[in-house]
């Protein structure tokens, strides 16, 4: 069973920054190619960012170029996703999940594992 836990998550001000991170129980993490989701209230769990099994190739959602930034930690079996110059709009549950797919899409459907997710709140 592969569980994943985030954390990191909390309440700042506009132009903040938060750290956030997600651990992976198992031993095949570095096997899983890692996203990072969001949610706002009413809204679709969107795509922020993903990354290659060995960490070399990142993908980010237009929203997050330039701001954030996503690595892993293979050895610690951890994803990071270090968020800068966070907006209201910025304002959701962020989600971690694994994908046994070396190369998925950004839909959710390709992920095979889910977090229970981190409130993220920022404040005008």
């Known amino acids: 069973q592969v569980q994943l836990t985030e954390s990191g998550g909390g309440l700042v001000q506009a132009g903040g920054s938060l750290r956030l991170s997600c651990a992976v129980s198992g031993h095949t993490f570095s096997s899983y190619f890692m996203g990072w989701f969001r949610q706002a209230p009413g809204k679709d769990r969107d795509f922020v960012s993903g990354?290659?099994?060995?960490?070399?190739?990142?993908f980010y959602a237009d929203s997050a170029k330039g701001r954030f930034t996503i690595s892993r930690d293979n050895a610690k079996n951890t994803v990071f996703l270090q968020m800068n110059s966070l907006t209201p709009e910025d304002t959701a549950v962020y989600y971690c999940?694994?994908?046994?797919?070396?190369?998925?899409?950004?839909?959710?459907?390709?992920?095979?594992?889910w977090g229970q997710g981190t409130q993220v709140t920022i404040s005008s």
């Open positions: 990354i290659s099994t060995s960490g070399r190739t990142t």
């Open positions: 999940a694994a994908s046994i797919s070396s190369w998925p899409s950004h839909g959710i459907r390709d992920y095979n594992y």
